[in-house]
């Protein structure tokens, strides 16, 4: 299957974008702008919703003429590109999924996907799933990077290396009967931690967006 | 390919030359004019790559210029925009991007690196000090005569001598300068272990492009290159870093840490870096020193971390395994063929015993040089993601231990194999025991490139 690999499901889809005359600024534009000032990281809608890995939003407004030899060739429509790593272990897989984001970020989905051609909205959750679906295009390849993890076993186990290797460093040469004592204190408060936030377990570093990261 | 045309290559670029005195002039020009009279009256003095069969020089020459010194020597508008742009901002406005935040920040570098007046660095090297002063002293006429630039200011550095002889060791007390790579066409000594890994575990020379600029790099293709193509063609980038070394943190750390550690002290010293601090690799010898080792130029840099997947011998974020990862990242070491610099520089300040009182503001560090034919994806790339990141090593935020901007927080792994001799240990709380004072992007000109900038004939056409 190759839109999966373990439990881990590359989804990508491809909406047509409204071409209206009488729109201005036209519907791509107006995707664009509301894209530009989505939040990223854990204050990403997409981290509200349950079992995003990873995500991506373009509008790809056609193919790029890079001059003779080549052929001029153009889209039959601007596209608007969703692609997303999430978790399909279990029953439902992308169903589930798409359930989940219609559920959980209803709002932020219509405001992007009202632009996109026979786009039902998020509140009809039965006709979201069917749209997601009939705009689905097979992946192939996608970044694997999670280790066929859910997203929930990856925060449990990042968290866990983290307050695990904070204990050992603070508790190294200790004697034994005091160690374990100290770990079992240790373990049942870490069992009672709850999960971290998506998003918020990588290094706090000062992303900036435009290229000024390369 | 064929031989490259050592001639027309700085001596600098293809060699270390193992000279143990050095001196880097940092130059400013007022004049255009004047200062391209001087670059032609030093050309005759530029060391080139050719071979020294007559027995080593008593003293070198070499230059290399910032972005902004090719735009005070009025190269064409049409050349300088066409530089890659991380050499055209410099080494200060990537700050950010090399992890030189908190401590190392540009605002807390020396005067020198925190304006823009740098244009050129002249690079001199001697066999003794008397060689070296001799040379600079006609340098200095040089730019007396023609008025030609500044000397903003200087950067003195010296290998440590130990009984009249030359060694390797830097203040930590490491022996350093293993395993610069080799390229394809450079004629120099090789050994195995400082190219790349061949898929039947060979090691064979680098593609040329991976130094030089104007050959096919490990993808086949140019690197990124300024225009014309001549102004280019046999130069190469360099990034130099001034790296304070915070010694009595340094020894103070070790000590203390060393206590806790089962292996004792000075295996942890090894298992820091993955090499023993008289240069033995841990990964041969992990139990002890090994001198026949270190100096079997078969053996010394002849490893692969295939077989040590889990960091026992040589831990995972140990500093030579995390910049130069060898086989470590899988794939048959494919991985890592685009990241690889070429080193060079000399320890400055005064060396201390280990007996010796040392202070954090003693004077004494690392002119560190980097050279290769992209800054962004290798030097940066290298600093970036091996030195001030983890994730590729597997060792997630982690930097690296000796050169990693810690400030205070961070750990480092050292894997065991629950032996009592070789435990799991993990260090925290990591102060930064380097502190970086400044540097900037360097370009390095061929032989060729030199008299084009000397005779106001770069023509971008």
């Known amino acids: 299957m190759p839109n999966q690999n373990g439990s881990v499901y590359g989804l990508t889809i491809l909406s047509p974008i409204l071409e209206d005359e009488k729109a201005s600024p036209s519907h791509d534009l107006q995707i664009r702008k509301y894209l530009a000032g989505l939040p990223t990281g854990e204050d990403s809608p997409f981290a509200r919703t349950p079992g995003t890995h990873l995500c991506r939003l373009v509008v790809m407004d056609d193919v790029i003429y890079v001059g003779a030899p080549s052929i001029e060739e153009h889209l039959k429509s601007k596209y608007l590109i969703f692609e997303c790593n999430l978790d399909a272990a279990g029953d439902g897989g992308l169903e589930r999924y798409l359930r989940g984001l219609a559920e959980s970020i209803p709002e932020q989905l219509d405001a992007v996907w009202n632009h996109c051609v026979g786009y039902p909205g998020a509140t009809d959750v039965l006709a979201f799933i069917k749209y997601m679906k009939a705009c689905q295009i ?8 999670v280790n066929d993890k859910s997203v929930t ?11 695990v290797a904070d204990f050992i460093a603070r508790h190294q040469g200790m004697e034994a009967s005091l160690l374990r004592a100290e770990f079992v204190r240790f373990a049942a408060k870490l069992k009672a931690e709850p999960l971290p936030k998506p998003g918020s377990m990588g290094p706090k570093r000062d992303i900036k967006l435009g290229g000024h990261n390369e | 390919m064929s031989k490259l045309n050592e001639t027309d290559i700085q001596g600098f670029v293809l060699r270390g030359y193992n000279l143990p005195f050095a001196r880097y002039l940092f130059l400013h020009f007022e004049d255009a004019a004047r200062a391209r009279k001087l670059i032609g009256a030093l050309l005759p003095s530029i060391t080139t790559g050719q071979r020294w069969d007559g027995g080593k020089p008593q003293n070198t020459v070499n230059i290399a210029f910032t972005h902004r010194g090719l735009a005070a020597l009025e190269l064409p508008a049409a050349t300088l925009i066409s530089f890659p742009v991380e050499f055209q901002q410099g080494m ?42 001799a040379r600079c002293a006609e340098l200095q006429a040089l730019m007396d005569e023609t008025h030609g630039t500044i000397v903003l200011t200087w950067q003195d550095a010296a290998a440590q001598v130990v009984d009249g002889k030359q060694t390797g060791k830097e203040h930590f007390g490491y022996t350093d300068g293993f395993g610069n790579p080799d390229y394809l066409g450079v004629e120099r ?38 225009i014309p193509h001549i102004l280019a063609s046999n130069g190469t980038f360099m990034a130099y870093r001034k790296l304070h070394q915070n010694l009595a943190t340094f020894r103070a750390y070790l000590e203390e840490q060393g206590k806790l550690y089962g292996g004792g002290k000075e295996k942890l010293a090894a298992k820091f870096i993955g090499r023993w601090r008289d240069g033995t690799p841990l990964e041969l010898s992990p139990d002890s020193e090994n001198q026949s080792i270190v100096k079997d130029p078969n053996r010394s840099t002849n490893f692969t971390y295939g077989k040590d997947a889990d960091g026992t011998r040589c831990p995972i974020g140990a500093h030579v395994r995390r910049v130069h990862p060898r086989d470590a990242f899988g794939f048959q070491g494919k991985l890592i063929d685009r990241r690889r610099i070429t080193r060079r520089g000399l320890p400055y300040g005064p060396f201390a015993a280990e007996d010796e009182a040392v202070s954090d503001s003693d004077d004494r560090g690392v002119a560190f040089m980097a050279l290769n034919a992209s800054l962004s994806r290798q030097f940066e790339f290298v600093q970036q993601q091996w030195i001030e990141y983890g994730n590729d090593a597997r060792q997630g935020n982690d930097k690296d231990m000796l050169m990693g901007n810690h400030g205070g927080k961070g750990k480092f792994v050292v894997q065991g194999d629950g032996s009592a001799a070789n435990p799991p240990f993990v260090c925290a709380k990591l102060p930064n025991f380097v502190a970086l004072l400044g540097g900037d992007y360097f370009f390095l000109p061929s032989i060729t ?5 000397a005779l106001g004939v770069v023509d971008p056409r």
């Open chain 1, 138 to 145: 097979e992946t192939t390849f996608f970044f694997a990077a």
């Open chain 1, 153 to 163: 076993e990856s925060l449990r186990a990042l968290q866990t290396q983290k307050a």
């Open chain 2, 92 to 133: 200060r406005a990537r700050a950010e991007i090399l992890g030189d935040i908190g401590r190392n920040a540009p605002e807390h570098w020396e005067a020198l690196w925190r304006e823009n007046r740098v244009h050129a660095c002249l690079g001199v090297y001697g066999i003794s000090l008397a060689a070296l002063d």
């Open chain 2, 189 to 226: 000594s090789t050994q195995p272990g400082q190219g790349k890994l061949m898929p039947d575990g060979s090691w064979a020379p680098l593609a040329t492009g991976e130094l030089l600029l104007g050959y096919a790099d490990e993808a086949g293709e140019l690197p990124v290159a300024p």
């Open chain 2, 449 to 453: 490139a030199l008299g084009m900038i």
